[in-house]
């Protein structure tokens, strides 16, 4: 009886164990005791990698790890691969070693997600040469709109201490095909450049390079003057140039395959070339060509506005569709989903499709700053997916994603947190894949392969960022957050001193009349950026779809709707609709209890009382601020604000 009792206080404290490292292990959870057969003739870090996963975790035939030259693999290009089954055992190839560490993760996923692998004949290239995170981490180790701890990367630490998990970090980006990271924010301290910092980059750049993951920094224009002391930053000046070619120079001294710089410049506060009244396009050439003899790049961003000219939507269009053509072949300007911010909803940025001339490349954010933060369940996925309806994706070059991660034990603050920062990387490596796919793929390896998880709570990611919308801001509503935050609502601001485009008459402009910014030709014409069939199609109140109508139309409280109601009750439904959303996604975690362990349940179950809370929160605040404007009553299916 003793016996017994004492075994079970072992297998509880056992289990115990086992859950404190849920979290922390992501999407790469497979046993590791297989002891596989796996042929591979050469040596290298990045080889040795690839072979150690596999015999640690593969349990089928035997694989053997190749480097070809023929037509088909070099088709492939550097990052491309071919996994084939044949009479001995399976064969990976490609014409390099990151080929084959990716045909490996791949090989892998398949048999995480119990997928068949026993007649393979797979050719893989990723959609894009660069798939890049950006870390917005200060050199202080906070993160800004970081909601998952502090930074990974312990700069007093750093050379001398390295934690695992800078290994860590750089597997799971090798696992989904994420080839770069940008280690620091882009509103970013000069220091990052200062020797000691670059030497501390260097000591991360050796442990991420044999999972092929390349580093990159952003930079602060002013760098010259502030750690250089120089008397200006002005890019035509020679002496600022030549400042940046020795920095350059000892970049790659430390770290030969550094891939370039991020830069925000002349946005928020930030320096840059209009400073001196230079542009955008010869800021970044004098960068470029700093970089150029070593290959590396500049990303130049293209997030600009000024809070009080007429539409912030229109004013990255208006400064950079001029410079098209005017930048160097190695800058690819960086451009944001849609025009405004990372609203739960945008259009696409009228930019793309608009500079033919010059490489573009689009800026997600998978860090939740207008998603409910690390507390909202929020699949990020179909938010993308729904930009490449409009982009094609051979239309840009290189795709970037604002990192979610921290040190929390679970990386990301929230476990489905996690599903975006693996989303993010399939995506990048084939747009083409559908958001239910790369759920179901991570649900597997993250949690159980078995369909009675799978299949309801796949539903729930899959409606998440829609509950998110209808919850804060339906029907085109944007930006009524609460200032500075970025988490509640607050559609009346009238903090004194607030900027201008955070008051009620900006975005929203509730009246008497309506609701909604008028961006028709009536309007500021910010339709007009698109391309003409877009234009007549979002300028027309008629035409333009629900789901944008208040980011064109400033609507008419009894604007009837498509499916025949008024404006002011299609609101009120959209606000309940989020909140029933978020209750059911309550329901389902509770029936796939079974199936998850105790400390992630909980963790999550937790969250989701807050979202939910937050959605009644959001609806009740934004009913009631927008009633007194539209005076009309609730619908009778709608629970009454309070
Ligand atoms: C948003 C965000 C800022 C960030 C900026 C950017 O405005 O709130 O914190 O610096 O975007 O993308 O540069």
């Given at each position: 009886?003793?016996?017994?009792?004492?075994?079970?206080?072992?297998?509880?404290?056992?289990?115990?164990?086992?859950?404190?490292?849920?979290?922390?292990?992501?999407?790469?959870?497979?046993?590791?005791?297989?002891?596989?057969?796996?042929?591979?003739?050469?040596?290298?870090?990045?080889?040795?990698?690839?072979?150690?996963?596999?015999?640690?975790?593969?349990?089928?035939?035997?694989?053997?790890?190749?480097?070809?030259?023929?037509?088909?693999?070099?088709?492939?290009?550097?990052?491309?691969?071919?996994?084939?089954?044949?009479?001995?055992?399976?064969?990976?190839?490609?014409?390099?070693?990151?080929?084959?560490?990716?045909?490996?993760?791949?090989?892998?996923?398949?048999?995480?997600?119990?997928?068949?692998?026993?007649?393979?004949?797979?050719?893989?290239?990723?959609?894009?040469?660069?798939?890049?995170?950006?870390?917005?981490?200060?050199?202080?180790?906070?993160?800004?709109?970081?909601?998952?701890?502090?930074?990974?990367?312990?700069?007093?630490?750093?050379?001398?201490?390295?934690?695992?998990?800078?290994?860590?970090?750089?597997?799971?980006?090798?696992?989904?095909?994420?080839?770069?990271?940008?280690?620091?924010?882009?509103?970013?301290?000069?220091?990052?450049?200062?020797?000691?910092?670059?030497?501390?980059?260097?000591?991360?750049?050796?442990?991420?390079?044999?999972?092929?993951?390349?580093?990159?920094?952003?930079?602060?224009?002013?760098?010259?003057?502030?750690?250089?002391?120089?008397?200006?930053?002005?890019?035509?000046?020679?002496?600022?140039?030549?400042?940046?070619?020795?920095?350059?120079?000892?970049?790659?001294?430390?770290?030969?395959?550094?891939?370039?710089?991020?830069?925000?410049?002349?946005?928020?506060?930030?320096?840059?070339?209009?400073?001196?009244?230079?542009?955008?396009?010869?800021?970044?050439?004098?960068?470029?060509?700093?970089?150029?003899?070593?290959?590396?790049?500049?990303?130049?961003?293209?997030?600009?506005?000024?809070?009080?000219?007429?539409?912030?939507?229109?004013?990255?269009?208006?400064?950079?569709?001029?410079?098209?053509?005017?930048?160097?072949?190695?800058?690819?300007?960086?451009?944001?989903?849609?025009?405004?911010?990372?609203?739960?909803r945008?259009?696409?940025?009228?930019?793309?499709?608009?500079?033919?001339?010059?490489?573009?490349?689009?800026?997600?954010?998978?860090?939740?700053?207008?998603?409910?933060?690390?507390?909202?369940?929020?699949?990020?996925?179909?938010?993308?997916?729904?930009?490449?309806?409009?982009?094609?994706?051979?239309?840009?070059?290189?795709?970037?994603?604002?990192?979610?991660?921290?040190?929390?034990?679970?990386?990301?603050?929230?476990?489905?947190?996690?599903?975006?920062?693996?989303?993010?990387?399939?995506?990048?490596?084939?747009?083409?894949?559908?958001?239910?796919?790369?759920?179901?793929?991570?649900?597997?390896?993250?949690?159980?392969?078995?369909?009675?998880?799978?299949?309801?709570?796949?539903?729930?990611?899959?409606?998440?960022?829609?509950?998110?919308v209808d919850y804060m801001m339906p029907l085109g509503l944007h930006?009524i957050?609460?200032?500075?935050?970025?988490?509640?609502p607050?559609p009346?601001?009238?903090?004194?001193?607030?900027?201008?485009?955070?008051?009620?008459?900006?975005?929203h402009q509730a009246d008497?009349k309506g609701l909604g910014?008028?961006?028709?030709?009536?309007?500021?014409?910010?339709?007009?950026?698109?391309?003409?069939?877009?234009?007549?199609?979002?300028?027309?109140?008629?035409?333009?779809?629900e789901e944008f109508l208040l980011w064109?139309h400033h609507a008419p409280w009894t604007h009837t709707m498509n499916n025949?109601t008024t404006l002011w009750e299609e609101l009120c439904r959209h606000y309940q609709h989020g909140v029933?959303?978020?209750?059911?996604?309550?329901?389902?975690?509770?029936?796939?209890?079974?199936?998850?362990?105790?400390?992630?349940?909980?963790?999550?179950?937790?969250?989701?009382?807050?979202?939910?809370?937050?959605?009644?929160?959001w609806k009740d605040a934004c009913l009631l601020y927008f009633q007194q404007f539209s005076k009309m009553s609730f619908p009778?299916d709608i629970e009454?604000p309070?």
């Amino acid at each position: 009886m003793i016996r017994m009792l004492l075994l079970s206080i072992c297998l509880l404290l056992a289990g115990e164990r086992l859950s404190a490292e849920n979290g922390s292990r992501l999407w790469l959870r497979q046993d590791t005791t297989a002891n596989a057969k796996v042929e591979c003739s050469l040596l290298s870090p990045t080889l040795d990698i690839a072979c150690s996963e596999l015999k640690r975790t593969w349990k089928g035939t035997p694989v053997s790890l190749e480097l070809f030259n023929d037509a088909t693999h070099t088709a492939l290009g550097p990052e491309g691969y071919t996994i084939r089954s044949g009479k001995n055992g399976i064969t990976l190839g490609s014409i390099s070693e990151k080929g084959l560490l990716y045909a490996t993760y791949h090989l892998l996923r398949l048999q995480a997600t119990q997928q068949d692998t026993q007649s393979l004949h797979i050719e893989e290239r990723p959609a894009y040469p660069i798939r890049i995170l950006n870390h917005w981490d200060n050199l202080d180790g906070t993160i800004e709109r970081g909601y998952a701890g502090h930074s990974l990367w312990k700069w007093d630490e750093l050379p001398a201490t390295l934690s695992p998990r800078y290994e860590a970090y750089a597997r799971a980006n090798a696992s989904i095909g994420i080839n770069a990271t940008v280690l620091n924010n882009v509103n970013a301290s000069p220091e990052m450049l200062d020797t000691p910092y670059l030497k501390k980059v260097k000591a991360l750049a050796d442990i991420f390079r044999p999972y092929n993951l390349k580093v990159y920094l952003s930079v602060n224009f002013a760098s010259p003057m502030i750690i250089g002391k120089l008397a200006t930053a002005d890019p035509l000046d020679p002496q600022v140039a030549n400042w940046w070619k020795q920095k350059v120079h000892e970049i790659y001294s430390l770290i030969p395959d550094f891939g370039g710089f991020l830069v925000k410049a002349n946005s928020e506060g930030q320096p840059g070339p209009c400073d001196y009244h230079r542009t955008h396009a010869e800021g970044a050439n004098m960068l470029a060509e700093a970089l150029k003899p070593y290959g590396g790049i500049v990303m130049w961003r293209a997030f600009v506005y000024s809070p009080s000219d007429n539409d912030r939507a229109k004013q990255a269009y208006l400064e950079f569709h001029p410079l098209d053509g005017k930048f160097l072949d190695n800058v690819i300007v960086q451009v944001k989903n849609g025009p405004i911010d990372f609203q739960p909803r945008e259009p696409y940025s009228p930019l793309f499709g608009a500079m033919k001339h010059t490489p573009l490349m689009v800026e997600f954010q998978v860090t939740q700053e207008y998603l409910g933060h690390s507390n909202h369940l929020a699949y990020l996925a179909p938010m993308w997916k729904e930009f490449f309806q409009y982009v094609k994706p051979e239309s840009i070059r290189a795709i970037a994603g604002v990192s979610n991660i921290g040190d929390e034990s679970n990386w990301c603050g929230h476990d489905f947190a996690q599903a975006n920062w693996y989303a993010f990387g399939r995506l990048a490596w084939n747009p083409e894949l559908s958001s239910e796919s790369i759920a179901d793929e991570w649900l597997a390896q993250t949690f159980t392969a078995n369909p009675q998880f799978i299949h309801p709570v796949e539903d729930m990611m899959m409606q998440s960022r829609e509950a998110v919308v209808d919850y804060m801001m339906p029907l085109g509503l944007h930006h009524i957050f609460a200032w500075g935050h970025h988490y509640g609502p607050e559609p009346w601001c009238t903090i004194p001193g607030a900027r201008p485009d955070w008051l009620p008459s900006y975005y929203h402009q509730a009246d008497r009349k309506g609701l909604g910014f008028d961006r028709s030709h009536t309007g500021s014409n910010a339709v007009a950026q698109y391309p003409d069939s877009l234009a007549r199609m979002f300028d027309s109140i008629d035409t333009c779809p629900e789901e944008f109508l208040l980011w064109f139309h400033h609507a008419p409280w009894t604007h009837t709707m498509n499916n025949g109601t008024t404006l002011w009750e299609e609101l009120c439904r959209h606000y309940q609709h989020g909140v029933d959303k978020t209750r059911n996604f309550c329901q389902t975690w509770e029936e796939v209890k079974p199936y998850v362990d105790t400390e992630r349940w909980n963790a999550v179950n937790e969250r989701l009382q807050i979202q939910t809370n937050d959605a009644v929160w959001w609806k009740d605040a934004c009913l009631l601020y927008f009633q007194q404007f539209s005076k009309m009553s609730f619908p009778k299916d709608i629970e009454r604000p309070v």
